[in-house]
C-alpha cells in the first residue's frame, strides 16, 4: 500500500484504494456543519420573532437586542458586495494599458522564426509557435494584396 499523498509525493495512489481503507471524517465533518448550521438559523429566525415573554419563558436571561436581527444580514450583504467591488478593482487594476506590449506577447512566447524552421515529415505534427502580431495584422487587415 503507498504513503499517502505528500508534498514530496503529491500525486494520489491509482488505482483509489477500497472502500473500507478510505476516511470517512469529510462526510461527518460535512453532516455536522450542515446540522449545526441548521439549527443556528432556526434559533435566529426563533430570537428574531417570538415575543420577548416567550423567550423569557423558555429560560433565556440574556440574549442580543433585536435590532442586530436586521444590522447582521445588511452588514453581511454590504461585505459580500464589497468583497465583488474589491475583487473586480483588483483585476482591473492588474490589467495592463492597450499600448503595454504584454497584451500582445509574454516571456514564454516561442516566435516562429521562418529562417531556422525547419518542416517536418508529411504526417507528423509540428511544433507550436505563437503567431507574430505583424502576420496576424496583415492577414486581417491588409485589404491591398
Known amino acids: 500500500m503507498r504513503e499517502p499523498t505528500s ?5 494520489a ?6 472502500e473500507e481503507y478510505r476516511s470517512r471524517a469529510g462526510e461527518f465533518y460535512g453532516f455536522v456543519a450542515w446540522s449545526l448550521t441548521y439549527l443556528l438559523f432556526v434559533l435566529f429566525i ?5 415575543p420577548d415573554e416567550w423567550i423569557v419563558w423558555s429560560g433565556v436571561t440574556w440574549y442580543p437586542n433585536r435590532e442586530w436581527a436586521l444590522l447582521v444580514p445588511a452588514w ?5 458586495l464589497l468583497t465583488y467591488f474589491t475583487y473586480f478593482s483588483l483585476a482591473l487594476f492588474a490589467t495592463p494599458a492597450f499600448s503595454d506590449i504584454s497584451t500582445i506577447t509574454d516571456t514564454k512566447g516561442r516566435l516562429l522564426d521562418p529562417a531556422t524552421f525547419d518542416f ?5 505534427a509540428t511544433e507550436m509557435y ?7 495584422n496583415h492577414a486581417l487587415y491588409d485589404r491591398g494584396s
Open 130 to 136: 505563437d503567431i507574430p502580431i505583424a502576420l496576424v
Open 13 to 18: 495512489a491509482f488505482p483509489p484504494q477500497p
Open 120 to 124: 517536418a515529415d508529411e504526417g507528423a
Open 76 to 80: 453581511s450583504m454590504v461585505l459580500v
Open 46 to 50: 426563533l430570537w428574531s420573532f417570538l
Open 7 to 11: 508534498p514530496t509525493a503529491p500525486l
